[in-house]
């Protein structure tokens, strides 16, 4: 992928992945042919304020873990009402790092 639309592809997607991790995609994602970089840059990310809100309104109920394909704690989650709140405030303070990870571990499968 060329270096323009390397950058391009971060500034507009870099919020939705780990800060620590632009080095190495930002090299990897140079590696890539043209037609993986147009479906990476055609693709919906997962933004982590989004992954907040629904923490925020509909964690108890688990759909914050839904949203992120973890489907067996958000059924254990739902069960428990969010872990009688207590899961509930801990997913508020992990829901970016976890919704940054999915991303990332999106792109790989990709790359």
Request: overall charge positive; some cysteine; charged content about 25%.
């Amino acid at each position: 992928m060329e270096k323009e639309k390397i950058d391009q592809f971060l500034m507009i997607n870099g919020k939705n992945f780990p800060e620590e991790s632009m080095a190495q995609l930002r090299k990897r994602l140079a590696d890539i042919n043209e037609s993986k970089a147009n479906m990476l840059i055609s693709m919906e990310w997962k933004s982590p304020m989004v992954g907040f809100l629904f923490a925020f309104f509909l964690g108890t109920y688990g759909i914050d873990r839904f949203w992120l394909k973890e489907t067996g704690l958000g059924i254990f989650k739902l069960i428990t009402i969010g872990g009688c709140g207590i899961w509930w405030l801990i997913d508020l303070f992990t829901i970016s790092k976890r919704t940054k990870a999915f991303n990332l571990n999106k792109l790989n499968s990709i790359l």
